[in-house]
C-alpha cells in the first residue's frame, strides 16, 4: 500500500507523543497549554520515513478521557493503529476505551507498542505482558504483535520500523474512487498564503486548482497549494494526510468537521439510519429518545436515539437506529461512528452509516427493515436500488448516485447496465427511475386517471396539462413529468388521444340518447362550414348534447375559444387551404384567408388564431407564415 496513515492509541502519559518523536523526529505537542500540562489535547500530525523509502503519516491522538471527541477526530483515513502500553502500568481505562473505540470504527490492523521498556525489570515486563494477551483474548488485537520499545534509549524502535514495514506489504490499495472528500480536522491561517486545513483525504483526487465545496454552506473554494509530508506536490490521492491551501474562504469561516468535496449535490441532514454494536459494557442498553455524543469524522453532535425494529438494544447486542441530530451534519453510507453517553461521558456504542438523508418512518415497519438489512448487506446494485426507490425525488442520474454511494462513474454505469437489461431500472432523458418506485408512481396515476374517468365518462381521457397539475407534488419538474408518462406510454400503461391521457383499458361508450345528439352536433357543424357556432346554440338540439360536446372536443369537434366550435373535418380542411397557399405565395393575410374559405372576416380570424395557438401557422405583422407544425 503506497499511502498510509499510522494513528497512536493508549492511555495518557503512556508515551504516545515521545513514540511519535523517537519514530519522525517531529515534536507533536506544540501548543503551550500541552507543553505545561505534558498530554496532547489537540491533534498532532508527523510523518517518517520506512526503510524501504516509504513515507507514513503518522497521527498522534489524545489520551485523556476528556479529549476522546478530538481523539475519534483523528482517525478517519487511519489504516493502522500502534497501541502505546506502559511497560510499568499495563492496561490502563482509557486505553480499554480506545481498543472498544477503535473497534467499533472498524480498525483492523494493530501493533501493540509497550513503552519505557528500559524502565523495569524483565520479571514485571514478563508479568505485564502476560497480563496484556489475557486481557486481549476475546478482542480483536489477540494476535496482535507486541513489540517493546523505549524512546529515550531508542530500544525497539527500528524493529518497530521494521514491523510497520511489514504491515504496509500487506495492506491492500485503498480504492481511490468516487468524488474527493475531506474530512478537516485542523484550520489556520498562514502570512502571505491565507487559509490552510488539513485532514485525510477519504475518497478521490484532489488537484492544484481543482474548485471544492465547503459543507455546510456548500461555499466554492479554490485549491491554490497541496502539501503531503511539508512538500508541494501537484496532487493529494485516497488515503493522504494532506494540507490545502484555500482561497475565497477565511479561516475563521471553517471550523473543525466541516467538510470538503467536488460533489455539488451533497445534501446535510438533521437524521441518519445507522447499524450500531452497543458495548457490553453499556448495561441501560440504548432506548427511545436517549441523549446520546455522535462522533463521526471530525465532528461531535449531540443526537436521540430511536431504536428500530425493537423496544432497546442491550448491551453487547446489535440493531438499528435512527439518529435524530440536534446540528447537521455531512456523512456518507458506510462511514463509521461513535456514540458516547451525555453526561457522564462514556463509549456505549459504534457502527456505521446505512441511509445518510433518512426520513422519519415507523419503528416496527416490515419494508423499513428490509430497507436497513439491504443497506447493511452493501451489495453495489441493492445499494443502487435502494437509493432510488427511497430518495425524495423519483429521478436521479448517475452523477448523484456517484457522489452518494462513492463509487465512480463507470462502476455506477455497469451496474446501470445490468438494472436495466434486468428491468429493474428504467432509463429516460431526465434520469433513471427504479421500477419498484415507478410502479407505485403508477398506481398514483392510474387512480388520478380512474377518478376523472369517472367523473367524464364521455371524455377520452385528461387533459395532459390538468394531468401535469395533479402529479406536481410527487415531481421536480415538468421534464420528469414528462419522462414518466413516456414511461407509462412504453408499458403500456396509458393512452394518448388528442393531447389527453387514459387508462390503456378505457374506452368512451354512449347510449343511445347521446348518439343522438353526436349525430346532430356534428351534422350541425358539418353544415355550417368555416362558420363558427356557438356553443349554447348546440346545447339546445338535445338534452345529452353538453356532455356530448365536450366528450368530442378535438376529436370531431374544434374549439376555436371557450364558446365558438367548427368540426374537426372543417378545421382540418381550414389547414390545407392555409398550408398550400403560403407555400404557393410564402404568406398568407387575413383578407386572403377569408377570400379561399369563403367565409366571413370575424370567422376567419377566429380560425387563423387557432391556427397560431396549435402551431400551424406564425403571425408576422400583418400576415401569416407556416408554423413549426407544417414548416417540414
Given at each position: 500500500?503506497?499511502?498510509?496513515?499510522?494513528?497512536?492509541?493508549g492511555?495518557?502519559?503512556?508515551g504516545?507523543?515521545?513514540?511519535?518523536?523517537a519514530?519522525?523526529?517531529?515534536e507533536?505537542?506544540?501548543?503551550?497549554e500541552?507543553?505545561k500540562?505534558?498530554?496532547?489535547?489537540?491533534?498532532?500530525?508527523a510523518?517518517?520515513k520506512?526503510?524501504?523509502?516509504?513515507n507514513?503519516?503518522?497521527?498522534?491522538?489524545?489520551?485523556?478521557?476528556?479529549?476522546i471527541?478530538?481523539m475519534?477526530?483523528?482517525l478517519?483515513?487511519?489504516?493502522?493503529?500502534?497501541?502505546?502500553?506502559?511497560?510499568?502500568e499495563g492496561?490502563?481505562?482509557q486505553?480499554k476505551?480506545h481498543?472498544?473505540?477503535?473497534?467499533?470504527?472498524?480498525?483492523e490492523?494493530?501493533i501493540?507498542v509497550?513503552?519505557?521498556a528500559?524502565t523495569v525489570?524483565?520479571?514485571l515486563?514478563?508479568?505485564?505482558?502476560?497480563?496484556?494477551?489475557?486481557?486481549?483474548q476475546?478482542?480483536?488485537l489477540?494476535?496482535?504483535?507486541?513489540?517493546?520499545?523505549?524512546?529515550?534509549?531508542?530500544?525497539?524502535?527500528?524493529?518497530?520500523?521494521?514491523?510497520?514495514?511489514?504491515?504496509?506489504?500487506?495492506?491492500?490499495?485503498?480504492?481511490?474512487?468516487?468524488?474527493?472528500?475531506?474530512?478537516i480536522d485542523?484550520?489556520?491561517?498562514?502570512?502571505?498564503?491565507?487559509?490552510?486545513?488539513?485532514?485525510?483525504l477519504l475518497?478521490?483526487t484532489?488537484k492544484?486548482?481543482?474548485e471544492?465545496?465547503?459543507?455546510?454552506?456548500?461555499?466554492?473554494?479554490?485549491?491554490?497549494?497541496?502539501?503531503?509530508?511539508?512538500?508541494?506536490?501537484?496532487?493529494a490521492?485516497?488515503?493522504?494526510?494532506?494540507?490545502?491551501?484555500?482561497?475565497?474562504v477565511k479561516?475563521?469561516?471553517?471550523?473543525?468537521?466541516?467538510?470538503?468535496s467536488?460533489?455539488?449535490?451533497?445534501e446535510?441532514?438533521?437524521?441518519?439510519?445507522?447499524?450500531?454494536?452497543?458495548l457490553?459494557?453499556?448495561?441501560?442498553?440504548?432506548?427511545?429518545w436517549?441523549?446520546?455524543?455522535?462522533l463521526i469524522g471530525?465532528r461531535?453532535v449531540?443526537?436521540?436515539?430511536?431504536p428500530i425494529?425493537q423496544?432497546?438494544?442491550n448491551?453487547?447486542?446489535?440493531g438499528?437506529l435512527?439518529?435524530?441530530?440536534?446540528?447537521?451534519?455531512?456523512?456518507?453510507e458506510k462511514?463509521?461512528?461513535?456514540?458516547?453517553?451525555?453526561?457522564?461521558?462514556?463509549?456505549?456504542?459504534?457502527?456505521?452509516?446505512?441511509d445518510a438523508?433518512?426520513?422519519?418512518?415507523?419503528?416496527?415497519?416490515?419494508?423499513?427493515?428490509?430497507?436497513?438489512?439491504a443497506k447493511?448487506a452493501g451489495?453495489?446494485?441493492?445499494?443502487?436500488?435502494?437509493?432510488?426507490?427511497?430518495?425524495?425525488t423519483?429521478?436521479?442520474?448517475p452523477?448523484?448516485?456517484?457522489?452518494?454511494?462513492?463509487?465512480s462513474?463507470?462502476?455506477i454505469?455497469?451496474?446501470?447496465a445490468?438494472?436495466?437489461?434486468?428491468?429493474?431500472?428504467?432509463?429516460?432523458?431526465n434520469?433513471?427511475?427504479?421500477?419498484?418506485?415507478?410502479g407505485?408512481?403508477?398506481?398514483?396515476?392510474?387512480?388520478i386517471?380512474q377518478a376523472?374517468?369517472?367523473?367524464y365518462?364521455?371524455?377520452?381521457?385528461?387533459p395532459?396539462?390538468?394531468?401535469?397539475?395533479?402529479m406536481?407534488?410527487?415531481?421536480?419538474s415538468?421534464?420528469?413529468?414528462?419522462?414518466?408518462?413516456?414511461?407509462?406510454?412504453r408499458?403500456?400503461?396509458?393512452n394518448e388521444?388528442n393531447?389527453t391521457?387514459?387508462?390503456s383499458d378505457?374506452e368512451?361508450?354512449?347510449?343511445?340518447?347521446?348518439?343522438?345528439?353526436?349525430?346532430?352536433?356534428?351534422?350541425?357543424l358539418?353544415k355550417n362550414?368555416?362558420?363558427?357556432?356557438?356553443k349554447?346554440?348546440l346545447?339546445?338540439?338535445?338534452?345529452?348534447a353538453?356532455?356530448?360536446?365536450e366528450?368530442?372536443a378535438?376529436?370531431?369537434v374544434?374549439?376555436?375559444?371557450?364558446?365558438?366550435?367548427?368540426?374537426?373535418?372543417?378545421?382540418?380542411?381550414?389547414i390545407?387551404?392555409?398550408?398550400?397557399?403560403?407555400k404557393?405565395?410564402?404568406?398568407?393575410?387575413l383578407?386572403?384567408?377569408?377570400?379561399?374559405?369563403?367565409?366571413?372576416r370575424?370567422?376567419?380570424?377566429?380560425?387563423?388564431?387557432?391556427l397560431?395557438?396549435?402551431?400551424?401557422t406564425?403571425?408576422?405583422e400583418n400576415?401569416?407564415?407556416?408554423?413549426?407544425?407544417l414548416?417540414?
Open positions: 500500500m503506497t499511502n498510509i496513515v499510522i494513528g497512536t492509541a492511555h495518557i502519559d503512556h504516545k507523543t515521545t513514540l511519535i518523536k519514530l519522525s523526529g517531529i507533536t505537542d506544540t501548543t503551550k500541552e507543553k500540562r505534558g498530554m496532547s489535547i489537540n491533534l498532532g500530525f510523518y517518517m520506512l526503510p524501504n523509502g516509504l507514513v503519516g503518522l497521527v498522534d491522538v489524545p489520551g485523556h478521557e476528556k479529549f471527541k478530538n475519534v477526530a483523528g478517519p483515513g487511519v489504516n493502522m493503529i500502534l497501541l502505546v502500553i506502559d511497560a510499568a492496561i490502563m481505562p486505553t476505551e481498543m472498544d473505540i477503535l473497534t467499533l470504527l472498524g480498525v490492523n494493530f501493540i509497550l513503552s519505557k528500559d525489570d524483565a520479571d515486563k514478563e508479568l505485564v505482558i502476560e497480563d496484556i494477551k489475557e486481557q486481549l476475546e478482542t480483536k489477540k494476535d496482535a504483535p507486541i513489540i517493546e520499545t523505549d524512546s529515550v534509549t531508542g530500544t525497539g524502535i527500528e524493529e518497530l520500523k521494521m514491523k510497520i514495514q511489514e504491515f504496509a506489504t500487506t495492506l491492500p490499495e485503498r480504492k481511490n474512487s468516487g468524488q474527493p472528500r475531506l474530512n485542523r484550520i489556520f491561517s498562514v502570512k502571505g498564503f491565507g487559509t490552510v486545513v488539513t485532514g485525510t475518497d478521490g484532489i492544484l486548482g481543482d471544492l465545496y465547503l459543507y455546510p454552506g456548500k461555499k466554492k473554494v479554490r485549491v491554490r497549494n497541496i502539501q503531503v509530508h511539508e512538500k508541494d506536490v501537484e496532487q490521492t485516497s488515503g493522504q494526510r494532506t494540507a490545502l491551501n484555500l482561497a475565497n479561516s475563521e469561516e471553517i471550523e473543525r468537521g466541516y467538510v470538503l467536488a460533489g455539488e449535490n451533497l446535510s441532514t438533521w437524521m441518519i439510519d445507522v447499524k450500531v454494536t452497543s457490553p459494557e453499556n448495561i441501560t442498553g440504548i432506548g427511545l436517549d441523549r446520546v455524543r455522535f471530525t461531535e449531540m443526537a436521540r436515539t430511536v425494529g423496544e432497546l438494544i448491551a453487547g447486542e446489535e438499528f435512527q439518529l435524530r441530530l440536534e446540528e447537521e451534519v455531512l456523512v456518507k462511514d463509521r461512528f461513535i456514540l458516547r453517553s451525555y453526561s457522564p461521558m462514556y463509549t456505549i456504542a459504534g457502527g456505521e452509516v446505512l438523508q433518512a426520513s422519519k418512518h415507523k419503528r416496527f415497519q416490515e419494508q423499513v427493515m428490509e430497507s436497513l438489512k447493511e451489495s453495489l446494485d441493492e445499494l443502487v436500488l435502494d437509493f432510488l426507490f427511497n430518495k425524495k423519483p429521478f436521479a442520474k452523477k448523484e448516485l456517484s457522489e452518494y454511494l462513492g463509487n462513474i463507470e462502476e454505469n455497469e451496474i446501470i445490468v438494472l436495466v437489461e434486468e428491468n429493474k431500472l428504467f432509463e429516460t432523458t434520469g433513471l427511475l427504479e421500477q419498484k418506485r415507478f407505485k408512481l403508477a398506481q398514483v396515476s392510474t387512480e386517471l376523472y374517468h369517472k367523473k365518462r364521455l371524455r377520452s381521457g385528461i395532459i396539462e390538468e394531468y401535469r397539475s395533479q406536481r407534488t410527487t415531481f421536480s415538468d421534464k420528469e413529468i414528462a419522462s414518466f408518462i413516456e414511461l407509462l406510454l408499458n403500456n400503461q396509458v388521444v393531447k391521457l387514459a387508462t378505457f368512451v361508450k354512449m347510449n343511445k340518447y347521446q348518439l343522438d345528439a353526436k349525430n346532430k352536433i356534428e351534422m350541425t358539418r362550414g368555416f362558420m363558427p357556432v356557438v349554447e346554440e346545447y339546445s338540439l338535445e338534452k345529452n353538453e356532455e356530448v360536446l366528450a368530442l378535438n376529436q370531431s374544434m374549439f376555436l375559444n371557450h364558446e365558438e366550435v367548427i368540426s374537426m373535418e372543417n378545421y382540418q380542411k381550414a390545407d387551404l392555409t398550408k398550400n397557399f403560403i404557393e405565395n410564402g404568406k398568407m393575410t383578407g386572403e384567408f377569408r377570400d379561399i374559405s369563403n367565409s366571413s370575424r370567422a376567419s380570424m377566429l380560425i387563423l388564431e387557432s397560431d395557438k396549435e402551431g400551424y406564425k403571425r408576422v400576415y401569416r407564415v407556416l408554423g413549426e407544425k414548416n417540414d
